[in-house]
């Protein structure tokens, strides 16, 4: 049974996700706490662009950490402060995540991050079989 799938009862989806992703029974759980455009020495990106690259580059390092990868996220839940970046977030994501990695994603608008400095921000789940 494919994990990923889009009901044929469903809209197509409007950017790179599935609208449904299975977690296998026995699988590992993990949460990502929500990754802004901040590298590890505190440097915030410049551009909604630059700061989503450095976001699924930070996920990405966060998965590795706990012994996952790009292939095993579920989701993701992304907040943008303005709908007008949405193609430079999806050009970050693309240009970290590569184009086969579509988990269930939910992409939202909001007025404003923790701070002003951060354009985007972004949680995942990953689950990976035991």
């Known amino acids: 049974m494919n994990n990923f799938a889009n009901p044929d009862t469903v809209h197509k989806p409007l950017g790179k996700y599935y609208h449904t992703v299975r977690v296998p029974g026995n699988s590992d759980l993990l949460a990502i706490a929500g990754q802004v455009g901040m590298d590890r020495t505190g440097k915030i990106a410049s551009g909604v662009r630059a700061q989503t690259e450095q976001v699924f580059r930070n996920i990405l390092a966060c998965l590795e950490a706990n012994g996952m990868d790009r292939r095993d996220m579920v989701k993701l839940t992304a907040y943008l402060t303005d709908a007008r970046y949405t193609e430079d977030y999806r050009a970050g994501r693309t240009a970290v995540l ?33």
Not at 98 to 120: D, F, M, N, Q
Request: glycine share 6%.
């Open 98 to 130: 590569g184009p086969e990695t579509e988990p269930a994603s939910t992409l939202v608008i909001v007025s404003g991050l923790a701070s002003p400095e951060y354009l985007v921000e972004v949680e995942a789940w990953a689950a990976k079989s035991r």
